[in-house]
């Protein structure tokens, strides 16, 4: 009896391809059976897990011993008078530079450091000031609007809680934490983009969601290091651990660091 012969294939009509990324026909991929039309996972294999053992008490110390080091007086780089500006500056900062941010603010500080000055200003000539900035009219609302929250409700002083704070208007998690750290010297670490890059790179603190590495952060640094935690981290991610290429050779900790793909050779003049 002759060999069957295959069944002839069809091809689309029109000449149509299968769309990128999906199954064209239902088959088997890896001993899975995958339908027609249904999106392909990148790669299909088993998924392992790679987080690694977390950092003894000891190496912490010793971690933030050398950025305090480093760094012994730690500062802000956003410019500010006042816990009011300084609130201010900080709902400016979202998505900008502190540097842009601060070439806006030192004019307006210098005739709107209070709330209630900042009322007497107005929305126009406030975003008339921050229209460097990116989202300035929307900052403006925010801060026309959180100014007067103050003003109403606080006295026209900034609150000293987190929660009072993050119902103002532009002020979220971050910004609460910043204000609470730096102006009224409460131990909280902010994470931002720097500081969540470092805290997963080093890593100290594995975690998909800034929340999480702020509340690891603040559960495993030592209480001697943690009020001034949040400068030392983000300094250190801005300027050499940093998001393209971190500057391992002149990195005070890279015995400690447990990154895979560290530079071997320091950057060369204008890259």
Request: glycine share 6%.
């Amino acid at each position: 009896m002759p060999a069957r012969k295959p069944p002839p294939v069809t091809k689309p009509a029109g000449g149509e391809k299968a769309a990128p990324g999906r199954a064209a026909k239902g088959r088997t991929i890896q001993n899975k059976t995958v339908k027609a039309g249904a999106r392909l996972a990148k790669p299909l294999v088993a998924r392992i897990d790679t987080t690694p053992e977390p950092v003894d008490p000891a190496t912490l110390a010793t971690i933030f011993s050398r950025l305090r080091d480093a760094n012994p007086e730690p500062r802000a780089e956003l410019h500010y008078i006042n816990a009011y500006t300084l609130l201010v500056a900080v709902v400016l900062s979202a998505q900008a530079t502190d540097k842009g941010v601060n070439i806006a603010t030192t004019p307006l500080f210098a005739i709107a450091d209070t709330p209630q000055k900042m009322l007497d200003l107005g929305e126009e000539r406030v975003r008339h000031a921050i229209r460097t900035i990116g989202l300035f009219n929307t900052k403006a609302k925010n801060v026309i609007a959180l100014s007067r929250i103050l003003v109403e409700r606080h006295g026209g002083v900034v609150p000293r809680t987190a929660e009072e704070l993050e119902v103002l208007p532009g002020v979220g998690a971050k910004t609460a934490s910043v204000v609470l750290n730096v102006a009224f010297g409460v131990p909280r670490i902010a994470v931002d983009t720097h500081i969540f890059r470092v805290a997963n790179r080093i890593p100290l603190v594995v975690a998909a969601t800034t929340d999480k590495v702020q509340a690891g952060l603040e559960r495993i640094v030592p209480e001697p290091f943690l009020l001034n935690a949040h400068h030392w981290l983000i300094l250190f991610g801005r300027y050499v651990c940093k998001a393209r290429r971190p500057e391992c050779p002149r990195c005070p900790i890279a015995d400690l660091c447990r990154y895979p793909s560290k530079t071997v050779t320091p950057l060369s003049a204008g890259a």
